[in-house]
């Protein structure tokens, strides 16, 4: 029997779902620092903690003290999610209207986000940008499949209404 005190399944562990808590965390917090001391201090609760929790349940544990740090830090701050601007190298081929347009979209779709409940938001990029699976995000929440259905309802009616040709 497999024991999350032993060093290589604690390492496969981390290898397994450090990116993806940390994405988790990151549309929650959007701030990268804060998100990786999320995950920092959440794998070392695991450790911590390595003799009490299964392997099986090592995944839950790690989401849920991650979320914890989570809901105590935004006791004291207003979430706002962030986005780094990332510049196309293919970019200088294109026409300035278009670089204009895209610009304008791009700050349209974060105003949109933006004004997203944080849960929806968080359901939004979870499904979108990282793949993940309703069930895979209702299991990260807490929640039923059937919230994070409504959820992905409600934000991608929320973002048509603010963003015109989406």
């Not at 990786?36 to 989401?63: G, H, I, R, T």
């Given at each position: 029997m497999s024991n999350v005190c032993e060093d290589q399944v604690f390492s496969s562990l981390f290898k397994a779902h450090s990116k993806t808590v940390f994405n988790y965390i990151y549309y929650k917090f959007g701030n990268e620092e804060k998100?990786?001391?999320?995950?920092?201090?959440?794998?070392?609760?695991?450790?911590?903690?390595?003799?009490?929790?299964?392997?099986?349940?090592?995944?839950?544990?790690?989401?849920t003290v991650a979320n914890n740090l989570y809901l105590n830090v935004?006791?004291?701050?207003?979430?706002?999610?962030?986005?780094?601007?990332?510049?196309?190298?293919?970019s200088s081929n294109l026409s300035p209207e278009f670089l204009m347009e895209e610009q304008e979209y791009k700050k349209k779709l974060d105003n949109a986000l933006?004004?997203?409940p944080e849960?929806?938001?968080t359901?939004?990029?979870?499904?979108?940008?990282?793949?993940?699976?309703?069930?895979?995000?209702?299991?990260?929440?807490?929640?039923?499949?059937?919230?994070?259905e409504k959820r992905m309802h409600l934000a991608l009616k929320s973002l048509r209404e603010q963003i015109d040709g989406i």
């Open positions: 998100a990786n001391d999320a995950v920092q201090e959440a794998f070392v609760k695991l450790w911590e903690n390595c003799a009490k929790v299964s392997p099986e349940k090592a995944k839950s544990f790690v989401y935004i006791k004291a701050e207003k979430v706002r999610l962030k986005y780094a601007k990332s510049v196309d190298d293919q933006g004004a997203l849960n929806q938001r359901t939004f990029l979870l499904n979108r940008i990282d793949g993940k699976k309703y069930a895979e995000i209702a299991e990260m929440e807490g929640v039923s499949v059937k919230a994070i």
